[in-house]
């Protein structure tokens, strides 16, 4: 099993310009989470998905959209990149429910000029 | 307000002293606490839980946790440090799926 994968590992954009970072995931999880990750800031949620058909917002979604496609993918939109949106973006996964541990996937490192 | 609090930035051990990465939460109800490692350039790993029965939890790679309910407190701990343990820790609750900032670990021979 891959576990969560997520691409691109790294990307540079220009102020303004639009890019969807993916996330997929082999572990037959319900619930999906996309996070950013800043210095001496921990992770913050952006938004999370608790099972296929449903997305919520979490604690930072001003500036991103995101989309369930299907069980396994979960991708987060960008569509007007800007430098405050640098940052290194992890995408997660569980089963339903708060008790139980997120699976992350290995980061994607993006950087807004 | 910030319901996970990690108050070391960096801690710093010698191999084979016991080491404590403090944490302490805030939020209404029972919580349900959790501890994950970052090694450099990948993603979290879990490492424990705490979301009910005893207060001592034990996870991966010999670390252990203990919950304090009066002091609202989840401090992780290992008997005896290892240079491999030098990472980054991250204490969550997951009421309001919140990551306190991290704490560095660095264990040195």
């Known amino acids: 099993n891959a576990g969560v994968t997520q691409t691109p590992k790294f990307q540079v954009l220009k102020t303004g310009q639009s890019m969807t970072l993916q996330c997929a995931q082999d572990m037959n999880h319900n619930s999906m989470y996309w996070y950013r990750q800043d210095p001496g800031m921990g992770l913050r949620l952006i938004y999370y998905?608790?099972?296929?058909?449903?997305?919520d917002k979490g604690e930072v979604p001003n500036g991103y959209n995101v989309s369930r496609l299907n069980k396994r993918e979960f991708s987060l939109r960008l569509e007007s990149a800007a430098p405050s949106q640098t940052s290194v973006y992890f995408c997660a996964s569980s089963p339903y429910g708060r008790d139980l541990e997120q699976y992350f996937g290995p980061g994607t490192r993006l950087t807004v000029t | 307000a910030q319901s996970v609090a990690q108050p070391e930035d960096q801690v710093n051990v010698a191999e084979g002293n016991p080491l404590t990465v403090k944490c302490t939460y805030s939020v209404s109800g029972n919580p349900y606490l959790f501890w994950y490692v970052q090694y450099p350039n990948r993603g979290l790993q879990f490492l424990l839980k705490?979301?009910?029965?005893?207060?001592l939890v034990k996870g991966s790679y010999g670390f252990e946790a203990e919950f304090n309910k009066s002091q609202t407190s989840f401090h992780l701990k290992k008997p005896s440090a290892l240079v491999s343990d030098s990472a980054l820790y991250f204490c969550a609750e997951y009421n309001d799926m919140r990551f306190g900032a991290g704490t560095r670990l660095t264990v040195k021979p």
């Open positions: 705490y979301i009910t029965g005893d207060n």
């Open positions: 998905s608790a099972s296929e058909g449903t997305t």
